[in-house]
């Protein structure tokens, strides 16, 4: 019987990492059966870390998503996984979800516009070389400290190899996972990940697949132009970037939305084509393109009169920077 025990022992241990004396009472209390035991210790041990990351290059040539997750008990890296896309989109999505919903959508996004297969290989196999180097140790010193300003730094050097010549912008967020509910989730994330073969369904709504900006089209006094709602998709309008966030911001300014005059900076309107018009009882949501993966709007009345441009000759600066944006990098 004693050896019986000890073999247990071993078994649990072995198993779930935990020491000695975890393994003792843990199986004492389950009245020697192994199997409970080991679920028992792997719902407690809270020894995975997850890295949740988005970043971007700062000439905004690259955005991208990065999850990696560590056992910091082992010092094992137990799965990586990245994506590199010219679709800035991507970098407006959230940390906040749990890592396997986080890592679905990562995969999901690697079959959408602007994908960069060869450069998101290329950091994957960088960012395995140094989990397993000679950098290994500080790695997951950093994890165990929970350190996310000294992980955002190493991560962000590494990363740093799409494109040299720029610094990278990075976000992380660690999440704690014990062993059970990893060891749950990841075979079922593994069959899902095996059936993406096709893109998300293009029905699915604009926000999810698009970065969505706040515009303010330009309105006319009077009976001019043209009421909002017998606007055409197509139809080319005055419209202004006003979003404030930085991303926003840049896109406004590459597009030639925003110029410094008189020592300040002054918002102007580019011409961009109607995408849709979808009414909302007495007011209209108008939403404008001005790329494959960037979409503007602004809710109006239905009555109010926008300046429409008829001429599609008279495109203005922006479509020449639109090429710039948005051709895909080889």
Not at 114 to 140: A, C, M, V, Y
Not at 321 to 330: A, E, G, H
């Amino acid at each position: 019987m004693p050896d019986k025990i000890k073999d247990k022992k071993q078994l649990i241990m072995e198993e779930t990492g935990c020491d000695t004396e975890q393994a003792e009472l843990v199986l004492h209390s389950t009245g020697n059966d192994v199997a409970k035991a080991i679920k028992i210790i792997n719902s407690l041990l809270k020894q995975i870390v997850v890295i949740k990351s988005k970043f971007k290059t700062d000439d905004a040539s690259f955005f991208g998503l990065l999850v990696l997750i560590a056992d910091i008990k082992l010092n094992k890296v137990l799965r990586l996984a990245n994506i590199v896309t010219c679709n800035p989109g991507i970098y407006q999505h959230g940390l906040n979800k749990p890592w396997h919903e986080f890592e679905r959508k990562l995969y999901a996004l690697k079959l959408g516009e602007g994908s960069q297969p060869e450069i998101t290989q290329k950091l994957q196999e960088h960012l395995k070389n140094w989990t397993r180097g000679e950098k290994k140790n500080d790695i997951f010193t950093a994890l165990v400290q929970n350190n996310k300003e000294l992980l955002g730094k190493m991560l962000a050097r590494e990363i740093k190899v799409i494109s040299p010549e720029e610094d990278i912008t990075l976000n992380l967020q660690l999440e704690e996972v014990n062993l059970f509910q990893f060891k749950e989730l990841k075979e079922q994330i593994d069959e899902d990940i095996a059936k993406l073969r096709l893109p998300e369904p293009i029905d699915q709504p604009e926000e999810l697949a698009s970065l969505v900006l706040k515009v303010e089209t330009l309105k006319n006094i009077g009976r001019e132009g043209k009421a909002v709602r017998d606007l055409q998709p197509g139809e080319m309008i005055w419209t202004k970037i006003t979003d404030p966030r930085d991303i926003a911001q840049y896109l406004s300014k590459l597009l030639g939305g925003r110029i410094k005059r008189n020592g300040a900076e002054e918002i102007i309107p580019l011409t961009v084509p109607v995408e849709e018009i979808i009414p909302d009882q007495e007011k209209v949501r108008l939403k404008v393109r001005f790329g494959p993966a960037v979409i503007g709007e602004e809710e109006l009345a239905e009555n109010e009169r926008i300046a429409v441009i008829f001429s599609e000759g008279h495109i203005g600066r922006f479509w020449k920077n639109l090429t710039k944006l948005f051709s895909l990098q080889k």
